[in-house]
């Protein structure tokens, strides 16, 4: 049965993210987890990651809790809009950053098996950011990208993609400039800038609060933490049960 906890503790709560993670490793049995992502606590697990489940479970929490919720986080998921719309109706979207970089990142990985760039360690020293790497490590860098014009041209859209991320002081701003990122990138990262352009909106809203679901990286690494002390869970309730004790202390 799929039913809330009695410790309510979303009293104070403005802005959350949505993620799915395996109950147990290697297999295909997904929940929901649902976090604060201002706060860093794990708020509900759900026993399902289908859409009218999900809703079915957070509505059981009062609409005036629902109501406050000003943002929710999430990666770009199809069913993850649909809950929003119906539980939290003031809720803006907003599509985590580091999912849409990774986005950009994973199509320039494909463009360098592509072009035959296959040294060791060129996918890292491609998809790190640049501002990361020490001098020798720019150095193979460069060694990397002066193997192909094509490459080179890729990696330095991506950084742009990840400067605008950086520097974007507004919503509005943040658009517009990734709109001529689009348009730039379009032949090099036909995939990406489909998705992206598909979901701009809820990308950009990123800069209105800079929400992400970076806290939720946390929240999901001291899940697996606790399901590694348990030895696995194969009863749903008794794992829900441990992992919201848990993050109660």
Known sequence: MLVLGEKNTWDSVKRVALDEIAMRKGHQDFVTVVGDIEQGNLLEVIDSHRSEEIIKVLQQQSFEIRNQIEEVSIDMWGGFPKVIAQVFPNA???????????????????????????????????????????????????????????????????????????????????????????????????????????HLDGICNYFISHSSSGAMEGINNRIKLIKRQGYGFTNFENFRARLLACFSN
């Not at 599509?95 to 060791?120: A, Q, S």
């Not at 094509?150 to 709109?179: N, P, V, W």
């Open 92 to 198: 803006l979207i907003v599509y985590d950053r580091f999912h849409v970089m990774k986005l950009v990142n994973n199509e320039l990985n494909k463009l360098r098996k592509t072009v035959g760039m296959t040294t060791r360690g060129s996918r890292y020293l491609l998809l790190k950011n640049q501002a990361d790497l020490n001098q020798e490590q720019q150095l193979k860098l460069e060694q990397v990208l002066n193997h192909s014009p094509c490459l080179r041209i890729a990696y330095e859209l991506k950084e742009e993609f990840r400067a605008i991320y950086q520097t974007a002081r507004t919503a509005e701003s943040g658009k517009h400039r990734f709109q001529a990122w689009l348009n730039q990138a379009q032949l090099l990262y036909q995939e990406s800038c489909q998705t992206i352009r598909e």
